[in-house]
């Protein structure tokens, strides 16, 4: 087999074993965020998750790379390149999220579950409400 030549049979057992890595490391990661997906909806549909109302803070997004930011003290970072059962879509991707908006995020450890974003306009004097544990909606 070495050194730099692969024979017909050699080659075969090469496109078999990239075959094989290719569905065992794809089923891998389908089960892997397909459990965590539903681990965080049964989460949200208990009520097993904190709440945070307020103004996007100390946003900061690195292009084609993460997003981190703060709701009454409460931190969030995501990105679009990591596989994650919550929201992850980048401002520069079209992501709604953005300095001084008015939100509200329902979240499990860093894992956003439910993202809200206020229409219109919200009065600036309007105070945050700090993270909560509440019942499902």
Not at 29 to 36: I, P, V, W, Y
Not at 60 to 74: L, N
Not at 87 to 102: L, V, Y
Request: proline residues 4%; glycine residues 10%; positive net charge.
């Amino acid at each position: 087999m070495f050194p730099g030549k692969l024979g017909p049979k050699d080659g075969a057992k090469l496109a078999y074993f990239v075959l094989a890595f290719s569905v065992l490391w794809t089923t891998v990661a389908f089960l892997t965020s397909g459990r965590d997906y539903l681990a965080l909806q049964k989460a949200l549909k208990g009520g097993n998750v904190d709440i945070v109302e307020g103004r996007v803070e100390n946003f900061v997004s690195t292009p084609d790379k993460s997003e981190r930011f703060t709701v009454c003290g409460a931190a969030f970072s995501y990105s679009d390149y990591l596989v994650t059962a919550g929201f992850n879509n980048t401002s520069s991707h079209g992501g709604p999220i953005r300095e001084g908006i008015w939100v509200r995020i329902a979240y499990l450890g860093n894992s956003i579950a439910r993202l809200e974003v206020a229409k219109g306009s919200v009065d600036q004097n309007t105070t945050c409400h700090p993270p909560s544990r509440r019942t499902s909606r």
